[in-house]
């Protein structure tokens, strides 16, 4: 719109499969149109059954109020050209100060109009008339939609628009916009799968969602699809216009799932007694060649799985049983399974040797897939049972079990035994909202174990089990639990080849559980405040998580002692591990605490003003957010982003903080439970809004918060200073001071910055200097080192030391730029080049010194408005009022507000 606007019109062709939403993006043009421009906009349709009817979209399109009062009427001698010239000549003369003409369907114009309208649209540009024109693809043979497309592409004022089948990233984001949290890769596999990639399928589907099913999306791994009524598939619309034999090709080469050569190719059709045609299907752009034609593959993901859900069951079984001579390993028993009706020995020998290969490689998904794909087959109940048993083994191994919660209810029926009762145990520890089966744990774990396979799954168990106690409300059970699994993987067998059934090895690691164990009582101490057993037990502790061979449980405990440090106060100890532990992420299997490990990283990043490498950590992060265990870390990473947004001050932290939100919601304390009030505050404080930061700060949510490092109390202290609160400021600066290296930490901003700020408010410029000295000395962290900076410079201008403070003020802007912290840029670069020598008032750096909210208070008293209109202009309470005009007295050092008016006048006289 703004482009057809600036440029005096412009023709759009959008085109695309039917259900893309062409027609959405139409009505979406439409409303920028009233929105923001005065030009009138039209919406027309095309109509199928009109296509044999002459002109009968002209006089549609006259019947809008596009050519003004025109009762159009054709007839036989009607002829096309002088139509167009009549249209062109009514834009002329029209009274509009621009058009706008939507056309949807263009597809289905009538043959005379479109005539008319090949004369009209490369005469139009440049006339204010925004014509978009919505065509469904493919293009016939010169279609109009074909004309149109080849009219705008050979000019370079208008547009050309495909809306190509969504992509999983595009769902995700989609999805997030519209449910307010995101969705697994996972889900967005499965909604792709359910769409075909239609924008309208993908909103009719999450239309459907409840508002309960939306309001624990943070917590889920999973959102339900139902079904969409709807007609024939679009993207099928090439396939079937195909000859056979080019069918019979394009379905060889869609269920082989992957590029095939030629030969490949030409075997599976000479097994199967065919010939291939890839000419036809190659022209119509249903499959694409490559390597100079020695491959070949579907042109798109989607057209292919579309096809292969046309195809017949018969016909499946005979190319599948076709394909799998000609590929190895996964390929080949999908292939094997998807040509059998029935399961035999020799198939459940093949599934046996691939799924043990699979997971020794640590292919969890496929072999997933595989046992998945069986149970499809087998209707035997023993061998189901078995396969099941296999299945859940598998998902509970890659912490995955959130992803057999369909086959709960099958689970509940297998027979009792240990590992039955584990699996239903776990299954339920994944059941969003459902309490967890403590009593059917306490059951289990009071079992006799008579074998060492039940010491196993009792050892395993009893470590599950502390991992869902970490993550409750009330900890205090967690040392008694520690303690319990530590025994049980004491009398644990240390040898996998002691065990009767292989598929329970992978749990036999008791020296590797004993450490992890040991990193997660570090954990309870830190939760319990019991911070002197946890500086005592870490330095052991550290040469024994060393000594550790490189793996997942490797990771879960460097990502514990990460925590401890940082809780501690040792930063670069605590970043030092956290990047160890993300590092190892890249060549070992998913850890338990998958999302912490690169949260804690990211939270170190953002802390040290690292932004840039924050960002694209968190990047990262999100991608695989949905899909681990940890989901208290969705909205932390929302949070740090929200944070990152407010100090460059270049986007939104909105929509970011509304996610971060999500985290008061959830019952446990996890690491960086306080990021959502910490990224609240930034972005008042980055506004300028010192009585939202007091607001971030307070609350339910804050008054139960525990193990943190209290950042937000930092926010907190300088608010009350800013709204001239000073006693209570006061006195908690004292309580920062007795809780420091405890419970609260220097990161934020030091107790020598709050104790300066404290003192300059209150007129003792003595301690404010000595203050400021101890905390430029003693460095920090680049944010609030570079605001220390900037009050420090402020104050010494203050005091008449122009020159230092101007060298202060000049550091802290050196220092915001090399973190791209914009948002607090412009203040100080305002208060730097006012306190340059010149004939200018001497209080122009304080002005400078102001808020944004006390430079609008400012103003208004330079009016003379009273704090009851102050109050009702700016939509605040006389009180705040009052607080706000205290402040800017103090901080202009006046006396009353009438010298308000005076010192702007002689600190910014007018031109």
């Not at 969504?166 to 967005?188: H, K, M, P, W, Y």
């Not at 499809?376 to 099941?388: I, M």
């Given at each position: 719109?703004?482009?057809?606007?600036?440029?005096?019109?412009?023709?759009?062709?959008?085109?695309?499969?039917?259900?893309?939403?062409?027609?959405?993006?139409?009505?979406?043009?439409?409303?920028?149109?009233?929105?923001?421009?005065?030009?009138?906009?039209?919406?027309v349709n095309a109509d199928e059954i009109e296509q044999g009817e002459s002109y009968s979209f002209i006089e549609r399109l006259a019947a809008s109020g596009l050519f003004g009062d025109w009762d159009f009427e054709p007839d036989h001698t009607t002829q096309p050209i002088p139509v167009a010239r009549e249209c062109l000549r009514r834009v002329r003369e029209s009274e509009l100060d621009g058009a706008v003409v939507l056309i949807d369907d263009a597809q289905w114009v009538d043959k005379e109009s479109q005539r008319v309208l090949r004369y009209v649209v490369p005469r139009i540009r440049r006339r204010h008339v925004l014509l978009a024109c919505a065509v469904r693809t493919p293009h016939e043979e010169d279609s109009f939609g074909k004309v149109l497309?080849?009219?705008?592409?050979?000019?370079?004022?208008?547009?050309?628009?495909?809306?190509?089948?969504?992509?999983?990233?595009?769902?995700?984001?989609?999805?997030?916009?519209?449910?307010?949290?995101?969705?697994?890769?996972?889900?967005?596999?499965?909604?792709?799968?359910?769409?075909?990639?239609?924008?309208?399928?993908?909103?009719?589907?999450?239309?459907?969602?409840t508002p309960d099913e939306v309001s624990r999306m943070h917590l889920t791994w999973d959102l339900p699809i139902r079904a969409v009524h709807e007609g024939e598939n679009p993207l099928l619309h090439a396939f079937r216009a195909l000859s056979a034999p080019a069918r019979a090709t394009t379905e060889i080469v869609c269920l082989g799932g992957h590029e095939m050569s030629r030969a490949d190719l030409a075997a599976v059709a000479a097994l199967l007694?065919?010939?291939?045609?890839?000419?036809?299907?190659?022209?119509?752009?249903?499959?694409?060649?490559?390597?100079?034609?020695?491959?070949?593959?579907?042109?798109?993901?989607?057209?292919?799985?579309?096809?292969?859900?046309?195809?017949?069951?018969?016909?499946?079984?005979?190319?599948?049983?076709?394909?799998?001579?000609?590929?190895?390993?996964?390929?080949s028993v999908r292939h094997?399974?998807?040509?059998?009706?029935?399961?035999?020995?020799?198939?459940?020998?093949?599934?046996?040797?691939?799924?043990?290969?699979?997971?020794?490689?640590?292919?969890?998904?496929?072999?997933?897939?595989?046992?998945?794909?069986?149970?499809?087959?087998?209707?035997?109940?023993?061998?189901?049972?078995?396969?099941?048993t296999s299945l859940a083994l598998v998902h509970i191994r890659a912490k995955t079990g959130y992803l057999i919660l369909d086959l709960a209810e099958e689970y509940e029926t297998l027979p009792d035994s240990a590992l039955r009762e584990f699996i239903l145990i776990v299954l339920a520890a994944h059941q969003v909202g459902q309490e967890f089966p403590r009593n059917r744990?306490?059951?289990?774990?009071?079992?006799?174990?008579?074998?060492?396979?039940?010491?196993?799954?009792?050892?395993?168990?009893?470590?599950?089990?502390?991992?869902?106690?970490?993550?409750?409300?009330?900890?205090?059970?967690?040392?008694?639990?520690?303690?319990?699994?530590?025994?049980?993987?004491?009398?644990?067998?240390?040898?996998?080849?002691?065990?009767?059934?292989?598929?329970?090895?992978?749990?036999?690691?008791?020296?590797?559980?004993?450490?992890?164990?040991?990193?997660?009582?570090?954990?309870?101490?830190?939760?319990?405040?019991?911070?002197?057993?946890?500086?005592?037990?870490?330095?052991e502790l550290h040469q024994r998580i060393e000594a550790l061979p490189d793996g997942p449980m490797k990771v879960d405990a460097l990502v514990a002692v990460a925590g401890a440090e940082l809780a501690l106060g040792h930063f670069e100890d605590g970043l030092r591990l956290a990047r160890w532990s993300v590092k190892l992420l890249d060549r070992v299997a998913e850890p338990w605490a998958a999302g912490t490990t690169r949260l804690i990283l990211a939270d170190c990043l953002v802390i040290r003003g690292d932004y840039a490498e924050a960002s694209a950590l968190i990047d990262l992060s999100e991608e695989v957010a949905f899909d681990v265990l940890d989901v208290e870390?969705?909205?932390?990473?929302?949070?740090?982003?929200?944070?990152?947004?407010?100090?460059?001050?270049?986007?939104?932290?909105?929509?970011?903080?509304?996610?971060?939100?999500?985290?008061?919601?959830?019952?446990?304390?996890?690491?960086?439970?306080?990021?959502?009030?910490?990224?609240?505050?930034?972005?008042?404080?980055?506004a300028g809004d010192a009585e939202a930061v007091l607001a971030a700060s307070s609350g339910p949510f804050v008054d139960r918060l525990n193990n943190t490092r209290r950042g937000f109390l930092t926010y907190r202290a300088n608010a009350l200073i800013e709204l001239?609160?000073?006693?209570?400021?006061?006195?908690?600066?004292?309580?920062?001071?007795?809780?420091?290296?405890?419970?609260?930490?220097?990161?934020?901003?030091?107790?020598?910055w709050l104790r300066a700020r404290l003192a300059h408010a209150r007129g003792d410029s003595t301690i404010a200097r000595r203050?400021?000295?101890?905390?430029?000395?003693?460095?920090?962290?680049?944010?609030?080192?570079?605001?220390?900076?900037?009050?420090?410079?402020?104050?010494?201008?203050?005091?008449?030391?122009?020159?230092?403070?101007?060298?202060?003020?000049?550091?802290?802007?050196?220092?915001?730029?090399?973190?791209?912290?914009?948002?607090?840029?412009?203040?100080?670069r305002c208060e730097l080049d006012s306190s340059e020598d010149n004939p200018r008032h001497p209080g122009a750096h304080l002005l400078a010194s102001l808020t944004e909210r006390e430079r609008q208070i400012v103003d208004q008293l330079a009016d003379g408005r009273s704090n009851n209109q102050i109050a009702e202009s700016m939509v605040i309470s006389v009180a705040t009022v009052r607080s706000h005009v205290s402040n800017v007295l103090r901080k202009l050092r006046l006396t009353s507000r009438g010298e308000v008016a005076r010192l702007l006048r002689e600190a910014e006289p007018s031109d």
């Open positions: 719109m703004q482009k057809a606007v600036a440029q005096g019109g412009l023709t759009l062709v959008i085109e695309g499969l039917a259900g893309m939403g062409k027609t959405f993006l139409l009505r979406e043009i439409g409303a920028a149109a009233r929105e923001s421009s005065t030009w009138a906009a039209s919406f497309t080849e009219l705008v592409a050979d000019n370079s004022y208008d547009l050309v628009q495909l809306l190509a089948p969504l992509t999983v990233d595009q769902i995700r984001a989609f999805a997030a916009d519209r449910l307010g949290t995101g969705v697994s890769v996972r889900t967005g596999e499965r909604l792709l799968k359910a769409t075909s990639g239609s924008f309208l399928r993908l909103d009719a589907i999450l239309n459907q969602l007694g065919e010939e291939i045609e890839l000419a036809e299907p190659s022209a119509a752009g249903v499959l694409s060649e490559s390597g100079f034609g020695a491959t070949v593959i579907p042109r798109h993901a989607l057209v292919a799985q579309a096809i292969r859900e046309t195809i017949e069951a018969d016909r499946i079984r005979s190319v599948s049983r076709a394909l799998s001579t000609i590929t190895s390993g996964y390929r094997a399974l998807g040509g059998s009706a029935e399961w035999t020995d020799e198939l459940d020998k093949q599934v046996r040797y691939y799924v043990a290969e699979a997971l020794d490689r640590g292919s969890f998904d496929n072999a997933s897939d595989v046992l998945r794909t069986v149970l499809s087959l087998v209707s035997d109940l023993p061998a189901r049972q078995e396969l099941l744990v306490m059951e289990l774990l009071a079992r006799p174990a008579e074998n060492p396979d039940d010491r196993v799954i009792s050892a395993f168990l009893s470590f599950f089990v502390v991992i869902m106690a970490m993550r409750t409300e009330d900890p205090s059970v967690v040392p008694f639990l520690i303690d319990h699994a530590r025994k049980l993987f004491e009398q644990c067998p240390s040898d996998p080849s002691e065990l009767s059934d292989a598929r329970l090895g992978w749990m036999v690691a008791p020296g590797e559980y004993l450490v992890l164990l040991d990193a997660y009582r570090v954990v309870h101490d830190q939760r319990m405040l019991a911070f002197e057993e946890m500086a005592a037990a870490l330095p870390t969705r909205p932390a990473f929302a949070a740090l982003r929200g944070f990152i947004a407010a100090v460059r001050g270049n986007g939104d932290p909105g929509r970011h903080l509304e996610q971060a939100r999500l985290q008061y919601q959830i019952a446990w304390e996890a690491y960086g439970a306080d990021l959502a009030v910490l990224a609240e505050c930034e972005a008042a404080r980055a001239g609160e000073l006693d209570e400021a006061a006195a908690l600066i004292e309580d920062l001071d007795q809780w420091h290296g405890v419970r609260w930490q220097e990161y934020w901003g030091s107790l020598a203050q400021y000295d101890v905390a430029v000395a003693a460095g920090g962290m680049a944010l609030p080192r570079a605001l220390t900076l900037a009050d420090f410079g402020s104050f010494l201008i203050e005091q008449g030391a122009t020159e230092d403070g101007r060298r202060a003020l000049t550091q802290a802007v050196t220092l915001l730029e090399g973190i791209g912290a914009g948002a607090y840029l412009a203040r100080i």
